[in-house]
C-alpha cells in the first residue's frame, strides 16, 4: 500500500488499514512512516512567536501506523501517541501475550493506558502487571472526579474493593500517594472518606484495615505518607478491646524513627492503660525508646505513663526507671529535669563552651578581593577529558568542571576520538531529545564530534550560553582558540595569563574576548596593565581599559564588557563607559504569599540593571534563547563571576517558591561554590543560605548547613547576619523544620547560633507557631556558657505570659 493512501483520515482508520496489511508489508512501511513521524512532529515556528509541531495530524497518523510495525521492544515506542485507549486496546489485541506484556510496560505510565491495560488483565488478554506506574495509575484514576464520591466510584469500578488491599500496602511517591491526594481534593473525594464510608457499610472489612494501617506504620514510610495511615486508624474509633488487642503492636510502634508515628503509638497506649488492660512489662520494654526520641511532648507522655505503672506495681520499678534513665539525654530540658526528679539524680552538668569570636565579616571592594584562590585542575590527557565528560553527560550542572574540561578538550581534541568512544551511545540519546536544554544538548554535541560523528550544527542561543556555545562550536570545527579559558574555581580568569595569550592571538573573536573580560579576576590587574602596553590588534585599547587603562570610545560590546570587568557594581556599563558608574548597588528583602497562596522570596537591587542590547553582559535570567532551557537551568554558574550575587538572589528565590519533594536542583548553581572556594557572601548570597535551612527538600537543606558551617569555620559569615536573613522570612518561617538545623550547626558553633537566635527571636510574634523550640535551643546554649542575650531579646520575651511551651523557655531563657 502507498504511504498516502494509508495516512488518511482518523488515527482509527490508520489503524484498520494498518492491521490488514502483512507483517512482512508493514515491515517494509517502517523506513517510510519514521521519515514521516520525525517530519511532521518537528517543532517549528508556525508564526512569528508562535510554535508548534509541523503538522501534528500526520505525525498521530504515522504513529499509529508504526504501532502495528515496530517490535515491541523498539524504544521509539515509548515516544509514540496514543490517539485513544481503544486504539491501545486493538494495538495489544494484534500482538501475542509476551509483547502485549512489553508494550504495557512501557504504557502504563500513559495516562490513556492505565484503564485499558488494567481491563485487560481483568479480562485475561494480559498478565498482570504490578509496578510502580501501574499503582500511580489508580491516583489518576481518582483524579478524574466525573462528579461522583470516590467512594461510589469504587463500588462500580471493577475489583477495585479487592485490589484496594493491595494499593494501601504501597507506600508511593509524590502525587501518587495517598497522603498526598488526599491533601488537595474536597472531603467526599478523599481516599480516607472513601475508606471509611466502606467500612461502615461492611463492603470493606474494617478489621483488616485496622490491622492493615500497623502494619504499614512499622515500615516507617515517609513520615507524611505515614502520617495518613495513623489518621486512618484513629478515624476508624477503635474500639477499647480493639485497642487492647493491638497493644503490643502499639508497644513496638515506640521504636519508629517517625517522632509522629511514635507519638501515636505513646497515646494509644495511653488510652489501653486508662481502659485497665495494659500490659504493664511490654510497654515499660519498649517506652525508652519514646522516651529518649525526638519530640519533648511524647517523651513527657512516656514518662507519665511509665511514672503510673511504676506507682500501681512497685515491682516494676526498675524496668520503669529504665523509661526515665532514656529521658536523662534528651534534647529538651524539662523533660530532663522530669527524669532527674524521678530518679532523684543530679543532672549532668552542661560541658563548657570555649570561648571564640565571630565577628560580623565586611565584604572587601572588588579591587582589593584575592580571587584568584584555588586553580582549576585541567584534565590534559585524553582519558582524563573522556572522564570529565562522562561525569558531565551525568550530571551537567558542574560549572568549574565543565569550563576546566573545555580547555583540558581543546589541548588534546586530536587525541580524543578513540578515549570518547565509551560515551557515543549517552550522548547520542541526550542530543536525540528534542526538548533537552540546551547545556546538556551542547555537551552531547561536543561528544559525539570530537568522536567524528557527523553532527548538526547547535541551535542558536542568548545570554550567557553565546560563548559556551562559541567555544563548542570552535572546538568541534577546530578553530578554537581559548583566550577566555578559566584559570581558577569560581570562573575566574588570572588578567596575567589573558593578556598573554591576547599577546599571542590578537584577533581573537568578539565572543572569546568578551567571555575573558567578564571573568577578569581583580587579582594581578597592575601586572597584567604593565604587560598589555605591548598589546596590538582590534581589542587592545579596551583590554587596556578594562584593567585600569585610559578611557575609550568604543560603546559596543566588548567595550560594555571591559566597562563591567572595570566597574563590576554599575548598574549600566554604558554610563560607566561615560566614566558615570552610577551609586553603588544595594539589596533588598521581602517575603510572603502570592495572590495564589504559594510563599515567595524576592530579592532586589537597587538601581536595577540596564538593559543592554548585546548577546550577554551580566543578565543570565531574562533572556529566552531559541532553544528550549528547561523549567530553570542551573548553568547559570557558567556565566560571569561577577554575576553571583544576582545568580544567589534568583536561586534563593526560586528554592524558596519550589520547595517541593522533587525540586529542581537549581541549589547546585550557588551553593557548591561556597565549600570550594569560600568567601564572604553579600545579602543575597546570606539570603540564600537562611532559606536553606528553612527548606524540607533535603538535598539543598544539606548543602545550605554545609556551607554555614564552612563559612562560620572560617569566619567568613556573620551569625547576626545570618539572624536578619532569617528574620526577613518573617511569618512564612516554619520554625519545626529550622530549629533542628540550627541544633546541628551549634553542635560546632553554639556561640554563633546563640547570636543568630539573639537577633532573630526579636523579629518573629511570640504566637509565632514552634517559637518554643527556638527558645528552648536558646535557653540551652546560654546554660552551656554560649554567651547571654542582648537587652532587647529581653524586653521581647516579656511578651510571653502563660504557662505554655514557649512561655515556660521564655522564662527560662529570661531568668
Excluded at 505513663?305 to 520503669?320: K, M, N, Q, S
Excluded at 568512544?421 to 547520542?428: H, I, N, S, T
Aim: proline share 8%; charged share 25%; aromatic share 6%.
Amino acid at each position: 500500500m502507498h504511504l498516502d493512501a494509508l495516512l488518511t483520515g482518523q488515527p482509527s482508520e490508520v489503524l484498520t488499514r494498518a492491521l490488514e496489511l502483512s507483517q512482512a508489508e508493514r515491515k517494509a512501511l517502517v523506513p517510510e512512516l519514521l521519515a514521516t513521524f520525525k517530519d511532521s512532529r518537528e517543532f517549528v515556528e508556525i508564526k512569528p512567536d508562535t510554535y508548534g509541531a509541523r503538522n501534528p495530524l500526520r505525525a498521530q497518523q504515522a504513529a499509529t501506523a508504526l504501532w502495528t510495525a515496530l517490535p515491541a521492544s523498539d524504544p521509539l515506542l515509548r515516544k509514540l501517541w496514543i490517539a485513544s485507549p481503544t486504539i491501545l486496546e486493538r494495538v495489544l489485541h494484534d500482538r501475542s501475550l509476551t509483547e502485549r506484556k512489553t508494550i504495557a510496560l512501557r504504557m502504563i505510565g500513559h495516562h490513556t493506558a492505565w484503564e485499558t491495560v488494567r481491563r485487560m488483565i481483568l479480562d485475561g488478554d494480559l498478565e498482570p502487571i504490578r509496578t510502580p506506574e501501574y499503582h500511580a495509575g489508580w491516583f489518576r484514576w481518582a483524579g478524574r472526579f466525573g462528579g461522583k464520591p470516590l467512594a461510589e466510584r469504587l463500588r462500580t469500578e471493577r475489583e477495585a474493593l479487592t485490589e484496594i488491599w493491595e494499593l494501601l500496602t504501597i507506600e508511593g511517591n509524590g502525587d501518587g500517594s495517598f497522603a498526598a491526594f488526599d491533601k488537595y481534593v474536597r472531603d467526599e473525594d478523599k481516599w480516607s472518606t472513601a475508606l471509611l464510608e466502606l467500612t461502615g457499610t461492611g463492603e470493606l472489612d474494617r478489621t483488616r484495615l485496622l490491622d492493615l494501617t500497623l502494619d504499614v506504620l512499622a515500615r516507617d514510610f515517609a513520615a507524611f505518607r505515614a502520617q495518613w495511615y495513623a489518621a486512618l486508624h484513629e478515624a476508624l474509633a477503635p474500639t477499647p478491646d480493639e485497642r487492647t488487642a493491638a497493644q503490643h503492636r502499639y508497644a513496638r510502634l515506640c521504636g519508629s524513627s517517625l517522632p509522629r508515628t511514635v507519638s501515636f503509638a505513646v497515646k494509644a497506649l495511653s488510652l489501653v492503660d486508662k481502659q485497665g488492660t495494659l500490659d504493664d512489662e511490654v510497654a515499660l520494654q519498649h517506652l525508652p525508646a519514646a522516651a529518649a526520641g525526638r519530640g519533648a511532648a511524647t517523651a513527657k507522655l512516656a514518662l507519665k505513663l511509665a511514672g503510673r505503672i511504676a506507682d500501681r506495681r512497685p515491682e516494676l520499678t526498675d524496668l520503669a526507671n529504665e523509661v526515665f534513665e532514656a529521658a536523662l539525654t534528651h534534647e529538651a530540658s524539662d523533660v530532663r529535669a522530669i527524669a532527674t526528679t524521678r530518679l532523684g539524680v543530679t543532672p549532668e552538668a552542661p560541658p563548657v563552651i570555649e570561648t571564640a569570636e565571630y565577628p560580623e565579616p565586611t565584604r572587601t571592594p572588588w579591587h582589593q578581593r584575592e580571587t584568584l584562590t584555588t586553580p582549576l585542575e585541567i584534565p590534559d590527557t585524553p582519558a582524563a577529558v573522556a572522564e570529565a565528560l562522562s561525569s558531565l553527560l551525568a550530571d551537567p550542572d558542574q560549572a568549574d568542571l565543565l569550563l576546566a574540561t573545555l580547555d583540558g578538550a581543546h589541548r588534546v581534541a586530536g587525541e580524543l576520538q578513540d578515549a570518547l568512544k565509551p560515551l557515543v551511545k549517552r550522548a547520542a540519546r541526550i542530543a536525540a531529545q528534542q526538548y533537552s536544554a540546551a547545556v546538556p544538548k551542547m555537551i552531547a554535541t561536543l561528544v559525539l564530534g570530537l568522536t567524528g560523528r557527523d553532527v548538526a550544527p547547535l541551535p542558536q542561543v542568548d545570554g550567557w550560553r553565546r560563548p559556551l556555545h562559541h567555544r563548542i562550536t570552535a572546538l568541534l570545527d577546530g578553530t578554537a582558540v581559548p583566550v577566555s579559558a578559566a584559570t581558577h574555581q569560581g570562573g575566574w580568569l588570572d588578567p596575567v595569563v589573558f593578556v598573554a595569550r591576547m599577546l599571542e592571538h590578537p584577533d581573537a573573536a568578539e565572543d572569546d574576548v568578551a567571555d575573558a573580560l567578564l571573568r577578569l579576576a581583580p587579582d594581578t590587574r597592575p601586572a597584567a596593565l604593565a604587560l598589555a602596553t605591548e598589546l596590538t590588534g582590534p581589542h587592545a585599547d579596551t583590554i587596556r581599559y578594562a584593567l585600569g587603562g585610559p578611557p575609550i570610545d568604543d560603546t559596543g560590546w566588548t567595550a560594555l564588557a571591559a566597562a563591567r570587568a572595570r566597574h563590576p557594581e554599575s548598574a549600566d556599563p554604558a554610563a560607566a563607559l561615560r566614566g558615570e558608574p552610577g551609586p553603588p548597588i544595594t539589596w533588598t528583602l521581602k517575603a510572603g504569599l502570592t495572590d495564589y497562596g504559594s510563599n515567595t522570596l524576592d530579592i532586589e537591587r537597587t538601581p536595577e540593571p540596564a538593559a543592554q542590547e548585546v548577546p550577554w553582559l551580566g543578565t543570565p535570567f531574562e533572556n529566552r534563547a531559541p532553544e528550549w532551557l528547561g523549567f530553570t537551568e542551573c548553568h547559570e554558574a557558567v556565566s560571569s563571576p561577577y554575576d553571583r550575587d544576582h545568580l544567589e538572589a534568583t536561586v534563593a528565590g526560586n528554592l524558596y517558591f519550589n520547595d517541593i519533594e522533587v525540586g529542581y536542583p537549581v541549589e547546585k548553581a550557588a551553593l557548591p561554590p561556597f565549600l570550594d572556594s569560600p568567601s564572604v557572601p553579600g545579602i543575597p548570597g546570606t539570603m540564600l543560605l537562611a532559606t536553606t535551612l528553612a527548606l524540607k527538600r533535603p538535598a539543598a537543606v544539606q548543602l545550605g548547613t554545609d556551607a554555614v558551617l564552612t563559612l562560620l569555620d572560617r569566619r567568613m559569615l556573620g551569625p547576626r547576619a545570618l539572624g536578619l536573613a532569617l528574620g526577613a522570612l518573617g511569618p512564612q518561617l516554619i520554625i519545626t523544620r529550622l530549629a533542628p538545623r540550627l541544633s546541628v550547626i551549634a553542635n560546632e558553633h553554639p556561640i554563633a547560633v546563640l547570636s543568630t537566635l539573639d537577633t532573630l527571636l526579636p523579629k518573629l510574634e511570640p504566637s509565632h507557631r514552634g517559637i518554643f523550640a527556638l527558645l528552648e535551643l536558646a535557653a540551652d546554649l546560654v546554660d552551656r556558657g554560649a554567651g547571654t542575650i542582648s537587652a532587647e531579646t529581653k524586653e521581647w520575651l516579656t511578651g510571653f505570659k502563660g504557662s505554655s511551651k514557649a512561655a515556660k523557655a521564655a522564662s527560662r531563657l529570661s531568668g
